[in-house]
């Protein structure tokens, strides 16, 4: 099979898929489905009648587990959308769901450690994949905000009260 072929396979099923579309993109066929879902198809290297089904991320990463499965293509696009709802998509779907998740956790921590540098100076910034440290200190006033995905750990020492009561009032509007 070559790639006119998959190209032609894919638009038939994405007919057989629900919620997805086929496109191509840099030459490479994709199905595009619901909640960012992107599945690009390739013919098996050296076995003209099978093709591959990969379920893609927006961001790879190596915590995440890489969905593919290989289907014989001359039993046809119904036979293939089958096998990739039953094989391919729950697993796939729920891990995308996952690092969506993560993703957004990741952005609603930096808006947070963001906002309390733009009025702590001195700070420092330490992103990990677990955290986000911050540390600053102003003379004789310095802390620590530590944001985690479940959890802030925060550390404020010889803080006056308008410093504090601004750096709850930022915690506070970003957590509601």
């Known amino acids: 099979m070559d790639d006119g072929n998959v190209n032609d396979l894919v638009l038939e099923i994405a007919a057989h898929l629900n919620g997805f579309t086929p496109k191509t993109l840099w030459g490479t066929p994709y199905l595009m489905g619901p909640d960012g879902a992107r599945l690009a198809v390739h013919p098996l290297l050296g076995r003209i009648e099978w093709i591959v089904v990969t379920g893609l991320y927006r961001v790879e990463s190596p915590d995440l587990r890489r969905h593919s499965i290989i289907v014989a293509a001359s039993r046809g696009p119904k036979h293939v959308a089958k096998k990739v709802t039953r094989r391919l998509l729950p697993r796939y779907m729920r891990d995308l769901k996952q690092q969506q998740a993560k993703a957004e956790r990741c ?48 550390e404020i020492r010889n803080a006056d009260r308008e410093l504090t009561e601004r750096v709850a009032y930022a915690i506070n509007q970003r957590s509601t």
């Open 107 to 154: 952005t609603e921590r930096a808006d947070l450690v963001g906002t309390l540098s733009t009025f702590l100076p001195g700070n420092t910034i330490t992103a990990g994949e677990q955290a986000i440290v911050l540390r600053w200190q102003l003379g004789s006033m310095s802390g620590v905000f530590e944001v985690r995905d479940q959890a802030t750990r925060i």
